[in-house]
């Protein structure tokens, strides 16, 4: 399984960037995708999850300003986000864990496939 993530970069706070996973080496469209961050020094935590079915989970502090789709003949999973701010500052991860679904289980690099990660860097 490879999973290549793309779209990081840096902006300004109240700006928008669209991250981007390639996935391949699994039967995609059967498995969740998450999307991951991590702030060095801080825990790994879990900003999106998207179902093999369209349905998706949020961190409570990016909910109504980030979206998360997926496009099956694609191969891809996005991360639309919106009104940024300082503490959206991470790695951002692109992760599935096939067959499970990890959203309830704190992430571990040591579980899953993981992407090389992608900065977002959110400053004036």
């Known amino acids: 399984v490879q999973l290549v993530e793309s779209g990081g970069g840096l902006v300004q706070p109240g700006g928008s960037l669209r991250l981007s996973c390639s996935a391949s080496?699994?039967?995609?469209?059967?498995?969740?995708m998450l999307w991951a961050r991590q702030v060095p020094g801080k825990r790994l935590e879990w900003v999106s999850a998207?179902?093999?079915?369209?349905?998706?989970l949020y961190l409570d502090s990016v909910k109504g300003r980030f979206t998360i789709s997926r496009d099956n003949a694609k191969n891809m999973v996005y991360l639309q986000m919106d009104n940024l701010n300082s503490e959206d500052t991470a790695v951002y991860y692109c992760v599935t864990d096939p067959p499970t679904t990890p959203w309830d289980i704190p992430p571990s690099k040591s579980r899953g496939y993981w992407g090389q990660g992608t900065q977002v860097t959110v400053s004036s």
């Open positions: 998207i179902y093999a079915d369209g349905s998706s």
């Open positions: 080496g699994l039967f995609f469209r059967n498995f969740m």
